[in-house]
């Protein structure tokens, strides 16, 4: 609870109401459930006022004649009326402020603004990609008028700009709020965008020797209220309004930026961040959004396959799994390695490093990747689940440490059997004549690579948005993912195969649900203690703190 | 870019003046360099980024806002004519178009624009601007850094003549 | 070519413009302090900052560049003893249409403005001011600085400044053609080297929120130069000048349809729009009447000639009459401007015979507005061409019957709605026009385009 003299009394629409001091009028307006329309105005970037569209009667304690607020008849301040409309993006609340959000002099404000954007704007609806999630629509039908007065030419502008290699910029449509000019100079610390020429004639561009190349210039086109600004990747692709929505995660790296994935008939279409403050804000990389479109290639693994003497045949996965259980079953101890990715999902790598106790080895690791991070959101580490991999003990302090002595022992024929869970061999040294003279390679993947075309059995798996599951982030949060699409072919959800595998080995486990195994994995592992798969939430669940020494505390099992 | 070291010297003497911000000296060097080489092509507004530790955009920003800066040379001789209602009242409509006339202008523009428009010799070029504060000796133009006030369309002729 | 002997009239008080056209007068430092110029300063520097402020404020001072803001009021916002350096700016952007004085004090008389300005520096503590002077003033801003070399040497800038520990430097910054650098934040914002977009207030107000985030004082050309003044016979004396909360002299523009335009320096009040047309400016052109009077620049509301005007007038015993009068008998002043439904504004008076076409003013004027128009938010940036699109097309034989209505209502959307006060300039003159001269633009309504006067062609 916080202290009384934090709160302060402001009456929204007739109403008091308690706002923590600080609050800016119009968020004031929306905790009390009065929406106020708005373009320019974004929470997370400072507040120019300029598209005027905010505008609601505001006033302030009349004062009486010993200078302290006059009383009316219920105990409260009298309400002096400011005649002038005012913004109520770029101010806070005071102590005994009035705001009505709609009276007739807001709707005759709103309305003019409408009428004031739309004069200029082209009638692109019918090609214009925001159709469906677009403001200047929505607040038309809400504040507008049905029909236009103009009887002049419109102002021209330029009209498909590319802005950087994946931004396109239609100038007409732009209302001029500047919320891209300010993300990027605020956020994104690349100042890049500007306004050029003047009055109605002023258009948003880059210098033509500097263009709109930053990797999180696609956070433009999520803000942008209008179809100004729009995803080369996306344009013309789908209607908003058919996409089906499902809250995820990004994996392209460790920090787990939240998304919403757009998907129509089993085809995933973009990728969006949501808003986690705890993670990435409302905001995400360009490289993560856009990586998915191997997704949908036509080239993805949909049938097992086990090979002959012929080469890699299809099979059911009856078949397969029987397959791989008798060949895993030759081998004990140290005479297998299982190679693991620290893109699984926490299910998945626990349920891997049961199978690792099974087969009873000690070669067992993730095959790390390290890029360089940046100053906001892109991590170095470019594994989504590292300390999954850690926490579960699949991998050690240091990841892929174990990788060379395995490399090394597969060459020498110490190793005759691997296990590759979702990662190409190649990446850890070995070359694909090294991986045919292994006795057995059970490989776990969705695309082809030298491994998969090396292995003896081959188990078709799912993507990451085919996925339910959780992963850790690089600061210890768990996160949810959420089956967005359905795997293609008879390709099987990763954690179930390795399941199958371990049953192949150990005979039955008692585990049929995603949640029988983030069940045990909650029983066993302290910091998880008490959670459940729903009570993750949307937003995640910090499960240490982000202090180094708790990270490193953690990683022992 | 080719900056002569005198040119240079005036700058980075205005931008001492702006101790707090060396952003402010973007258009005192804006001026500076129109003033010097007459116009702002793409190398001096990169230039000027440079030196002040801008973006380009930010100097693109200013040069597309402010008529005054041009991003063409004007011609050997620039004529600017007020345009704005007390001058109108008093004629300058009639005056740019005499102008025009004896400058050799052709204005293919459909109406009086505010654009910079050029002699084909390019000795002469105009420019209907804003009101330039003088508005009772209507009509006022200047010519380069020269001020006249009620002028005639008769003397057109005679004032070109001192600009050769 | 002007050659205008331009002798004052004898009904003028020239303080301000006592050097204007002054026969022998030039605009070096030696002529000023012949002249007994920087007496002023010197006095200044025995009173503390405080008293001058105080002095200021007694003297009802109100700013001459448009607002009329009670510059004592401005200055009073400065709190002494903060801790961020506070800055003066004096706006020499001269450019609202019908105003021309600012640009002979600065061609003619430029010491008295840096002496008015010194003295304000002192009074609020500014150790760092600018001049911002349009870029269209090439000569001026050389003159300036010019001048201000001669006060460094003369030791009247500088460190140390005659001795009184106080330091200031003044620099001139030049625009480059745009009217809204004339407004105080556009102003600010075009010196901190941005678009010289205008700063919402809240929070930016100047005198908290200024130049570089502190404190800052903008003030006219010419309220400047009376500061001077104040300093020297003292606020109480200076607003004895004048009437009640109209104190001091104006320096008054005219410019239009009346015999011998030009500059005039009056006491605030002093004169009423009938006399300074028919007395000062000899009156009409012959044959022609009086049509309409735009007395404050081309952003006041216009006045119709044949309108009756009531005004609410405070009588010395402390009574209020209300007093109808003709546009003639408007004494001019910033309250009785205000009664009559227009403003004192820059003091631009421009003065429309019964040849002007309505609909051909309000479009020249609409032009501008269309021009200048900085584009930050959307009433203005829209509303502005659009408004122009429409009497373009009323004057050229396109016009509609619903054109004045929605030009009317256009103005009704961007008045109150905008960043700054821009919004309001550019739509009074359609609202007023619309309001005092309805039937002609309703006329165009149908017609082919208009032949009266210069066109717009």
């Known amino acids: ?557 | 870019m080719d900056i002569p070291a005198e040119l240079e010297t005036k700058i980075d003497e205005a931008i001492t003046q702006y101790p707090v911000s060396k952003r402010s000296a973007t258009l005192p060097l804006l001026h500076l360099i129109q003033e010097q080489l007459g116009y702002i092509d793409e190398a001096a507004i990169e230039w000027v980024a440079k030196k002040l530790g801008l973006e380009p955009i930010n100097v693109l920003e200013l040069v597309t806002f402010y008529p005054m800066i041009r991003r063409e040379p004007a011609g050997k001789h620039h004529i600017r004519v007020c345009r704005t209602l007390s001058c109108a009242m008093a004629g300058s409509y009639e005056l740019l178009d005499t102008f025009c006339k004896y400058a050799r202008i052709d204005r293919q523009h459909n109406g009086h624009g505010t654009h910079l428009l050029k002699s084909e010799d390019g000795k002469y070029s105009i420019e209907f601007v804003e009101c330039l504060a003088s508005c009772g000796f209507g009509p006022v133009c200047m010519i380069n850094d020269d001020f006249y006030e009620a002028v005639s369309q008769e003397e057109v002729p005679q004032l070109l003549e001192k600009y050769q | 070519m002007a050659s205008t002997t331009r002798t004052p009239h004898p009904r003028e008080k020239r303080i301000i413009f006592k050097n204007i056209d002054r026969p022998g007068w030039t605009n070096d430092i030696e002529c000023y302090l012949h002249d007994g110029g920087y007496e002023e300063l010197k006095k200044a520097f025995t009173m503390k900052p405080e008293q001058i402020v105080n002095e200021v404020k007694a003297s009802g001072l109100r700013g001459r560049g448009g607002a009329g803001f009670p510059c004592g009021v401005k200055w009073g916002f400065i709190k002494p003893g903060g801790s961020k350096p506070v800055y003066l700016i004096c706006n020499a952007d001269e450019s609202e249409p019908g105003t021309f004085k600012d640009r002979y004090i600065i061609h003619q008389d430029p010491h008295q403005l840096l002496e008015g300005m010194i003295i304000s520096c002192y009074a609020v503590n500014a150790r760092l001011a600018y001049i911002y002077i349009r870029g269209e003033f090439p000569e001026g801003a050389k003159i300036l600085e010019h001048a201000l070399a001669e006060a460094k040497e003369q030791g009247f800038l500088g460190k140390n400044i005659l001795g009184s520990g106080f330091d200031l430097e003044i620099y001139v910054f030049r625009g480059a053609g745009a009217y809204i650098c004339g407004e105080e934040t556009g102003l600010i914002e075009s010196m901190e080297g941005k678009r010289p977009y205008p700063r919402i207030k809240p929070p930016y107000f100047p005198a908290v929120l200024g130049l570089y985030m502190c404190p800052t004082i903008v003030n006219n050309v010419e309220t400047l130069c009376n500061v001077k003044h104040i300093v020297r016979i003292g606020g109480a004396e200076y607003a004895k000048m004048g009437k009640p909360n109209n104190t001091g002299t104006r320096l008054l523009c005219v410019s239009g349809d009346v015999q011998q335009p030009g500059y005039y320096e009056f006491e605030v009040g002093g004169i009423t729009i009938g006399e300074l047309i028919n007395d000062i400016c000899g009156g009409m052109k012959p044959g022609r009447t009086l049509k309409a009077v735009i007395p404050g620049g081309s952003s006041a509301k216009v006045l119709n000639a044949k309108d009756r005007y009531k005004i609410k007038a405070k009588q010395p015993d402390g009574t209020t009459v209300e007093l109808e009068m003709g546009l003639e008998d408007i004494p001019i002043d910033f309250d009785t401007l205000a009664a009559a439904g227009s403003m004192a504004g820059s003091g631009g008076v421009i003065v429309m015979d019964d040849t002007r076409d309505m609909v051909w003013a309000l479009n020249n004027i609409n032009e501008f507005y269309a021009h200048e128009s900085c584009g930050q938010c959307t009433p203005c940036r829209e509303g502005s061409l659009w408004m122009k699109k429409i009497t373009e097309r009323m004057l050229h034989g396109g016009g509609v019957e619903q054109d004045t209505d929605t030009l009317k209502t256009v103005a009704d959307n961007i008045a109150g709605r905008t960043i700054c006060a821009f919004g309001e300039a550019c739509a009074w003159p359609t609202q007023s026009f619309i309001d005092k001269f309805r039937d002609e633009f309703a006329a165009t309504a149908g017609k082919k385009g208009s032949e009266n006067g210069s066109t717009n062609h």
Request: glycine share 8%; with cysteine.
């Open chain 1, 1 to 557: 609870m916080s202290e009384p003299t934090d709160l302060l009394n402001v009456q929204i629409d007739g109403i008091w109401y308690q706002f923590k001091k600080g609050t800016r009028v119009i968020e004031a307006c929306a905790q009390a459930g009065k929406f106020v329309p708005h373009y320019c105005y974004h929470p997370k970037l400072s507040s120019p006022g300029n598209c005027r569209m905010c505008l609601i009667e505001m006033g302030m304690p009349k004062l009486g004649p010993d200078r302290k607020p006059a009383l009316g008849p219920d105990g409260k301040p009298v309400i002096s009326w400011i005649p002038r409309p005012q913004i109520s993006c770029a101010q806070d609340i005071a102590e005994g402020m009035g705001v009505r959000t709609d009276s007739p002099l807001t709707r005759e404000c709103r309305n003019g603004v409408m009428e004031f954007l739309l004069i200029n704007h082209p009638l692109d609806c019918p090609i214009c990609d925001q159709a469906g999630e677009c403001q200047l629509q929505e607040y038309s039908v809400e504040f507008g008028t049905a029909g236009s007065r103009f009887l002049e030419e419109k102002v021209k502008k330029p009209k498909r700009v590319e802005l950087g290699p994946r931004v396109t910029l239609d100038d007409e449509r732009c209302i001029l709020c500047s919320r891209c000019i300010r993300f990027m100079k605020e956020v994104a610390h690349d100042d890049v965008l500007g306004f050029a020429s003047r009055g109605s004639h002023t258009y948003l561009t880059a210098h033509p020797g500097k263009l709109l190349d930053s990797n999180y210039s696609l956070n433009t086109v999520d803000i942008c209220p209008v179809g100004a600004l729009t995803s080369t990747d996306f344009r013309f692709k789908m209607r908003v309004w058919f996409l089906k929505e499902t809250k995820s995660i990004c994996t392209s790296c460790a920090t787990g930026c939240n998304t919403i994935i757009g998907t129509r008939e089993n085809v995933i279409y973009r990728q969006t961040p949501r808003e986690n403050n705890a993670v990435n804000s409302d905001w995400m990389c360009d490289y993560g959004r856009l990586n998915f479109h191997y997704i949908n290639s036509a080239e993805r693994l949909k049938i097992p396959q086990v090979r002959d003497s012929q080469g890699l045949a299809n099979v059911s996965w009856r078949s397969a799994l029987a397959k791989a259980g008798e060949e895993l079953k030759q081998y004990q101890k140290d005479g297998v390695a299982v190679v693991a990715s620290a893109k699984m999902t926490n299910e998945e790598l626990w349920l891997a490093k049961k199978l690792i106790d099974s087969l009873g080895t000690t070669y067992h690791d993730i095959v790390p990747r390290f890029g360089e991070a940046d100053d906001l959101l892109m991590s170095a580490d470019r594994n989504p689940n590292t300390l999954g991999a850690q926490l579960f003990g699949v991998t050690g302090e240091h990841p892929g440490a174990k990788l060379q002595e395995i490399a090394e022992s597969i060459g020498s024929g110490e190793i005759k059997a691997v296990v590759a869970l979702g990662e190409d061999l190649t990446q850890i040294g070995l070359t694909a004549s090294q991986l045919k003279k292994l006795s057995t390679l059970i490989v776990v993947g969705i695309l082809p690579n030298e491994t998969t075309r090396s292995a003896s059995v081959l188990l078709p798996a799912c993507a990451f948005p085919e996925k339910r599951g959780t992963m850790i982030n690089i600061k210890g949060r768990l996160q949810r993912l959420n089956r967005a699409l359905q795997p293609p072919g008879e390709a099987r959800d990763d954690w179930e195969i390795i399941r199958d595998l371990i049953q192949q080995l150990t005979g039955s486990n008692g585990i049929y649900l995603i949640e029988d195994v983030f069940k045990q994995i909650a029983d066993t592992i302290p910091e998880m203690k008490g959670l459940s798969f729903s009570r993750i939430g949307d937003t995640g669940v910090q499960l240490v703190d982000e202090t180094e020494e708790a990270r490193a505390a953690a990683v022992t099992v």
